[in-house]
């Protein structure tokens, strides 16, 4: 399942390279003829010029620390909203999307538990050893796919991509802002998480005759992939802000701590991707993981992960085969 998260970054990398390019943001007015003609020609003077207009949010380079970029750092923690249409309101259709999703997977997770523990002939012991052993290696690839897909909106596509657009200019306009996501309640904060992972690949694999382990496993998968966007929440939160369970769970290593996500909001936004435990953060990041996979889509399409542009160092270490998290 992780793997058809990298297979769908690498998709919309591809499209993005082929069929979106930088866009100059325009006024929404009328024109007449002439005058839309002496702004064309405006255009074209500062586009020689080498002067560009700032980027929306459906452009490329939307990314905090990029030149031109439309975003700035404010002061204080006021609220920012890049998306246009996005609200931090918790609207009736996103609980019900919420509550549906998260209790048809409880279900599942349920018939799931009583399919293992028929068949290890209603034996507690070798049953609860199987379910907890499927629900930790969930819980690290769940880790592992919440940073590759981290890791692919943040680098590449806009806006305008195919289906992921509205949650790419999201992830990417964030690092402008990162305390706006403590404003979200939790169903406005995870509902857009309830469309990739909710109950259809479930029901899919059901209908496909899969046993109670692999429905076990692909439930709790989708469970963590879903509340990873409140467990980051709460990492960008003070533990004054957070109840004492949640600031436990942290400290036990269960979900992201502030500490870990904190390295992640350092320029030029290279690592420390996972945003479930952060479990898989270290070898993700020591073995040069993302670095690997950005060279390999420069050499296929010749398309620049975010990173790079924000760091024309880590580029040309890259590009020398140089993967390492941070110079020296």
């Avoid at 030029?268 to 040069?288: A, F």
Wanted: proline share 4%; aromatic share 10%; with cysteine.
């Amino acid at each position: 399942m992780h793997f058809s998260i990298l297979v769908s970054a690498c998709a919309f990398v591809s499209v993005q390279s082929f069929t979106v390019a930088p866009s100059v943001h325009r006024r929404p007015s009328t024109f007449s003829l002439s005058s839309a003609t002496s702004l064309n020609h405006q255009q074209e003077i500062q586009e020689a010029s080498g002067v560009t207009s700032k980027k929306s949010w459906k452009d490329d380079g939307f990314v905090f620390g990029l030149s031109d970029s439309g975003l700035q750092r404010p002061k204080g923690k006021a609220p920012i909203i890049v998306v246009d249409g996005d609200s931090l309101e918790t609207k009736p259709y996103q609980v019900v999307l919420v509550l549906s999703t998260l209790l048809g997977h409880a279900a599942f997770f349920v018939c799931a538990m009583m399919g293992i523990w028929a068949q290890q002939n209603y034996q507690l012991g070798p049953a609860a050893l199987q379910m907890t052993s499927l629900t930790l290696a969930s819980w690290v690839l769940a880790d592992l796919g919440s940073g590759i897909l981290h890791w692919s909106v943040d680098n590449y596509g806009n806006g305008r991509t195919p289906i992921m657009g509205g949650i790419i200019a999201a992830f990417q306009g964030h690092h402008s802002a990162p305390w706006t996501i403590t404003q979200r309640g939790f169903c406005n904060n995870v509902y857009k998480l309830c469309l990739p992972f909710g109950l259809a690949p479930v029901t899919l694999l059901t209908l496909l005759g899969a046993g109670p382990q692999t429905i076990l496993f692909a439930t709790t998968f989708c469970v963590l992939e879903i509340l990873s966007q409140e467990f980051h929440k709460w990492s960008h939160m003070l533990g004054s802000e957070t109840p004492g369970w949640v600031n436990r769970l942290q400290s036990l290593g269960l979900t992201v701590s502030r500490k870990t996500h904190g390295l992640h909001h350092l320029a030029p936004y290279e690592g420390n991707y996972s945003i479930i435990s952060g479990v898989t953060n270290r070898v993700l990041d020591q073995t040069g993981f993302f670095r690997r996979l950005e060279h390999l889509i420069y050499r296929w399409n010749g398309v620049e992960a975010n990173a790079w542009k924000l760091d024309s160092e880590l580029k040309e270490r890259t590009l020398r085969g140089d993967y390492s998290l941070r110079k020296g």
